[in-house]
């Protein structure tokens, strides 16, 4: 290599390391010499984000029907921002607005009312959005009144009127099943504190509608789908002065659940029948609820609630007076899987399995006397009938108390009577809590109850929470109740001293309520019907379930919910063969046989269990029905419920009989399978079909109407 | 030759030929090596935090972290095995490498196999969301090819002839060409350098540097004036010049990048904690741009270390092309140094508005599995040159 190479090597050496110190020299300029100025032109830009929302998906029943579907609406928004520069705060505005959507100015000053403020009415009613986030203020307003708006945009300064994709329901067979499938509502400001400062662009914003309740807020994330954003670069001046990212919406998917719209038809009228059914007896009937869950899986096929509401009233946000109405019902939560009621007689197969647990003859007599008495209490049969000594499964048949007051006392004898620790056993309530009792189910929807279970333990703990109370108010007398009425505050007295003093302890007479379903014993409706499904299924405690599927809203399939087993009860299987011996028997001959006179039970057998539970502070008994059938192979589990609606036989088991037939196809004293409201007299195996574009096919052969159902009545 | 100096520096180590092994791994220039590896570890905590941002998503947060190490552990894997080829079988095979790296420069032009990022139409895509750019490895093969016939049938102190000089531009002129119908700019001036530093290097008479040199200066403003160059090709190269004539694209990119970086001051904001990188205000910063994500979150001292670190290299790089016991070997550390130094200049000196914006990487630092790969086989080949002159001298 010569000289020439050499050198030119060398300068080539010379050239790179020139490069180098020029990026060294002008990087100095830049970090080091001019760093603080670029410091705060970093702190000037700043990113706004366009945000049109996905199309939320579809909620469907079983066989593909849409319970819930969007269409688009014409909402008229007002931008508070620009309100509050229009003299007198824009009350002219609204005044204006008022009078073209025809309500009362004070609706719309009150929407506008941020939640929390002064003089703001309580959720929904007030804003609980953004404060620069324009807040609708009616919904589905006509073309005319839009334009009317739209074309006078100085007497309207900061309202508009837009088209907007709201929630429809479409109700199916009238369905409303309103608990289940739930609302929607602005998000609140702890969800958007809950997800910190995270800036994934599928993130909740203000603007957003989220699930507020049913399956709309269990699967909102699945629903919601993911919004188109586009992510423009602004400096201070508001000027953009690029486009940092482009993301596409991708549509919500849809929840295909184990409802089956038809028969929640069926289920939804025969709870009001039963409802009715009391008040003609004179009862109140206030409140109900109706469950239908396949035995074998869990889910859900059909879950009613009375009172009940229609979920449209949310769409676009309820009217002060709509929610004044709902508030009043007291229709907004479930009573299916909120309401917590006592049992009652229902509760007795706990104490039967129980009983069998502990050794008890399941096959001996045991004696029903029409009272029995413990110390100065007496414990009376219904209706204090006596039926001398009788098998434990015609104890089950006619509900008799006493009997099971005997078991109960044998078990809390045998456990140390009052001397019994909180370590000595308590059968009933730890089959009661196997059972799924005293806690929740984990049905897939929110603020569902836990119940409780009367026990030694729980009048234990509740005694340590109260104990203290109850020693204050037992030393105070009770001294305003006295200027009234002095001897009642005596017995007030009486009884928190008493309480004070050993209120913790596990009394005979306790042990002999909790036997029957009765003390401090609270089930929801679903906790009862997962009862009988497992008694039915021969002691497998499932998750009950109201979704099936994620299916995308191109059709594939996101994900499949399997049943999920929660427990499986230790009891003897002699014990849940002899349940399935005895429970038909209530149906044929006992204390549930007049609903069901006339049913084919010789081709569809069916397994119940009545219960009629007395309430504090209540002379009419809630009314329960809870069953199961085939009892020979059992497929559904129903259980219904009214309160203050009289006995179970009366109030509730005529409507769990038609339930029954329109599960099976009776019709009269024949059984036709392919007349059930079910297609193909079961739960589809398969999921619905939903084409590419997002529509889901009507199940084949069928109407799949919107039509009414026939089987009512 | 004349060794009139640098001599005291030529270290002459006299392990028996015969025990290959061990001295492979004793001969091998660990100080590059240090360097190399220790910014391919900084780069890959650079691109975790610039794909950080862009990656928020339910979806795996280290996915691109995750590729970017696979692409580094393959590049590692080709740059040992470039650093141990046989330097006959490399000369015997360069006109097929060259062939095969024309051939596969045409790939991204087939319509289903090439993919389009940012104007240019220089990827292919493979199954699996990897993409390929042939252009990196087209670098190779021309460096090999002229290192080749500038190198060869001559004596050891003559120029090379005028014949093999033309003959080896004539060959560098395709590839040359096939990226320009790509609009990879960069790509294309990165070459021009190459082909330029490798002929003055060759000893090739003074007149051709000068006629080159001058070329590749008068073909840049032609190619602006005849409108040869595409829009926003020119967009691109102006508007380091004239910020505010392009708000939107390339100048929005630049001072994006500036902002970035300026505002990292001397010691930055942390890793992870840049607001212009995280906020994800500049454009693919993961890749082309990511000494902005130095430059912010790290600061002056920080990009001073990555740069000395890439000097380190350089340095070595120089050392070896010196004592290079030929000719062949000398020429293809030149071409190395070139393309490693014009590369690493353009691409820092966009971000820091110098240089024009154009879609080349960062060696050793950027994502991206083709130019990862390349530079470890460049930096194989310096090893190559090296182990050839420390095994054949005396």
Redesign the interface.
Known sequence: ??????L??L???V???S??G???A???Y???V??????S???N?T?REIVNPAVRGLILDQAGRPLVSNRTSLVVTVDRAVLGRQPNDGADVVARLAKVLQVPATDITDRLKPCGTEGAKPPPVCWNGSTYQPVPVASDVSTDTALGIMEKRTEFPGITAQLQAVRTYPEPFGVNAAHILGYLGPVTEEQLTAQGD?????RLRRTDVVGRSGLESEYDSYLRGQPAVT?L?VDTGGR??????EKAAKAGDYIVTSIDAKLQSVVEKQLVAAIQRAQAQGYPGDSGAAVVVEVDTGRILAMASYPTYDPSIWVGGVTKAQFKDLMKSNSLSSNAIQGLFAPGSTYKVISTAAAGKEGFSLYSKYPCPNQVKIGTQTFRNFESHAYGSIPLSRALEVSCNTVFYGIADRMWEKAGGTDATKDSPDPIAETAKQFGLGSKTGIDLPNESSGRVSSRLFKLANWEDLREQWCANAVAGYPETRKTNPKLADYYTALDKENCADGFRWREGDALNAAIGQGDTAVTPLQMAMVYAAVANGGTVYKPTIAKAIVGADGKVVKEFEPQVKAKVKVPRATIDFLHKALPGVTTSGSGETPFLGFPLGKIPVASKTGSAQVTGSKVSTSWFASYAPANKPKYAVVMMVTQGGTGSKTSGPSVRKIYEALFGVNGTTVNPSKSVLIGDAPMKDLPTIRPDGTPVAPKGRKSGVDSAGSSG | MSTWHLTDLRSRPTAPRFDRGRTYWRDLDWIMLMAAFSLTIFGCLLVWSASKADMASPTDPYSYLKKHVINVLIALVLGFVASRLDYRWLRAYTPVIYGASCFFLLLPFVPGLGTRIAGAQAWVSLPGGFTLQPSEFAKIAVILMMAAILSEKRDIESEPRDKDVLLSLGLAIVPILIVLLQNDTGTVLVMGAVVISIIAVSGARTRWVVTLIGGAVLGILLAIQLGLLKQYQVARLTSFINPAADSGGSSYNAAQARIAIGGGGLTGYGLFNGPQTQGRFVPVNESDFIFTVVGEELGFIGSMLLILLLGVILWRAIVIAYRADDLYGRLVCTGVIAWFAFQLFENIGMTLGIMPITGIPLPLISSGGTSMMAVWIGIGLLQNVRLHAVRNSP
Do not use: H, I, K
Request: no cysteine; proline share 0%.
């Open positions: 290599m010569n000289a020439r190479s050499n030119r090597l300068v080539l050496g050239l790179v390391a490069l180098l020029t990026l060294m002008r990087l100095f830049l970090q080091v001019s760093g603080a100025e670029y410091r032109a970093a702190e830009n990113v995270a800036q994934n662009f599928d992510t670069a953009v002065t690029g486009t940092l990212d």
